[in-house]
């Protein structure tokens, strides 16, 4: 079982509508959780970040957690072709690691 | 402000070959970590550092070593490297080890 599970995707949504992303881990212990968007050719790019069960907004972004569920989502409001990209999700493990789910790609269509 | 950088950029080596990568963290930043990322995979944990000792190890052969300097830059080494070391290696800097900013990479190809 990988630490960190995420749907490859290719997630596709129309410009204007919400794109809801999902993330599983397997470690209860986990205490920080990130998302990053990585576009075609660069390096990943911090876009969110959760320590406590809920939902953290950041303008379009929303980051929700669920530690009972072992489960991290981020949702994109009114999404933009420019949100065309791989998103990831990360999780801090024992021994300060750090894992990552192989990402999922999301598609916006204009 | 500048953001991590990381040097070389493209690197190709020969099978069995050793390699070092460099990176400087953003000002202010402590802690430096390096990430193997191969094609359509996430990133995988190989080091955290912070203030200059070790405080995270991924599951990667000794081979990989890593340091950091009081400048708190850092390099990661790789010796007898294989062909399956073939990958964007990535370098990100954080305060203390927790929200941690990407560098642009060191593309490392074995032949």
């Known amino acids: 079982q990988k630490e960190v599970e995420q749907n490859s995707g290719p997630l596709s949504v129309p410009e204007g509508a919400i794109a809801s992303l999902n993330c599983t881990y397997s470690d209860r212990g986990s205490q920080s959780f990130f998302w990053y968007r990585q576009y075609s050719g660069k390096s990943p790019e911090l876009i969110m970040f959760i320590y406590s069960n809920g939902d953290k907004e950041d303008g379009r972004f929303t980051a929700q957690l669920n530690k009972a569920s072992q489960y991290v989502s981020l949702l994109i409001r009114d999404s933009q072709p420019s949100d065309s990209a791989t998103y990831l999700c990360a999780v801090n493990g024992d021994f300060n690691k750090f894992y990552f789910g192989s990402g999922t790609k999301l598609n916006v269509k204009p | ?111």
């Open chain 2, 1 to 111: 402000d500048a953001g991590v950088t990381q040097s070389p950029t493209h690197l190709i080596k020969t099978r069995g070959q050793h390699v070092t990568l460099r990176c400087s963290p953003i000002s202010g930043h402590k802690s430096v970590s390096w990430y193997q990322q191969v094609l359509g995979q996430g990133p995988q944990f190989i080091f955290q550092y912070y203030e200059k000792e070790e405080r995270g190890r991924g599951n990667f052969p000794d081979r990989f070593s890593a340091r950091q300097f009081p400048n708190y830059s850092s390099e990661l080494n790789v010796n007898a490297l294989l062909l399956g070391d073939s990958a964007l290696y990535l370098c990100a800097s954080s305060l203390a080890g927790y929200e941690q900013y990407f560098g642009p990479g060191t593309r490392l190809t074995v032949t």
